[in-house]
């Protein structure tokens, strides 16, 4: 706890320049990338931000990462005052923060004994056997938010990923605030030997096709704003969005190839009839 000699400096005293200067002279004994986040004040003005990037450009850095703190996503960089010392009491050693009726923490949840949720039917093309989505909710001052997703398939190729998704997601669930951008990326993800055609439109993966089915749930639940389907049993729109509806293939599917939706199933193979793809062949 004693005083640093001032040889020492720590990386929130040092200006936005300063950092770029040490990635600039050390980069030289990196063979390949740098990863160096360069800190800034909330208060930085746009103009003082871009010039960041020139000077990074002017220095000849490989990259420039940079972090701005916020209210929504926090620092990178705390130090802890006196008054946040922690506690005894474990419910009381998760402070809150609001930000426009958010509730983001400081500490991810503890999982109670017993959670309502719902479990989701999906089928991609590409899979014989069905894909089971099962997300589990909690209630937080009223409000009915996504705490954690399991997901599950007879298909063994999918379990490495799986597993890390569901760990990834629910971590980031129990953490709180606005979640869901998770949606938004796993929409995003385009597979590159290409999606499928489900229900009229076109699918770029199967992560997308998970992302529209917690997007689903989330819409049902009231998490986001959206038609929520009444009652729990049938959920016939929301499983037009994320169950057996969504993920029933049209007979024309999207070629990896030459990318024409053309790719139909014959005798037990994917093959394209505007060009000479086969998956088997």
Known sequence: DAPLPEAFIDAQTLDPAAHLAMQAAVQDYIDSAVSKTINLPASISFEAFKEIYAQAYDLGCKGCTTYRPNAITGAVLEVASPSDAQP????????????????????????????????????????????????????QDGRRRPFEIFINSKNMEHYAWT?????????????????????????????????????????????????????????????????????????????????????????????????????????????????TYSKCG
């Open 88 to 139: 005894s009491d474990p419910v009381a050693r998760k402070p809150r923060r609001e930000a426009e009726g958010v509730v983001y923490m400081s500490e991810p949840l503890e999982r109670p004994e017993v959670l309502p949720g719902q479990t989701y039917k999906l089928r991609w093309p590409e899979s014989d056997h069905a894909i089971y989505i099962t997300l589990n909710d909690i209630i």
């Open 163 to 275: 597993l890390a998704l569901t760990r990834m997601i629910s971590a980031v669930f129990r953490r709180g605030g606005d979640v869901s951008f998770v949606v938004e990326e796993l929409k995003a993800v385009f597979d590159p030997r290409g999606g499928s055609w489900m229900k009229g439109r076109y699918v770029p993966s199967l992560l997308a096709a998970i992302g529209e089915a917690i997007e689903g749930h989330m819409v049902e639940i009231g998490f986001l704003p959206g038609t929520a389907v009444e009652g729990t049993g049938e959920q016939s729109k929301l499983a037009a969005a994320a169950g057996d509806d969504l993920a029933r293939p049209t007979n024309l599917r999207q070629c990896p190839k030459c990318g024409a939706a053309s790719l139909i199933r014959q005798e037990g193979c994917d093959v394209c009839t505007a060009c």
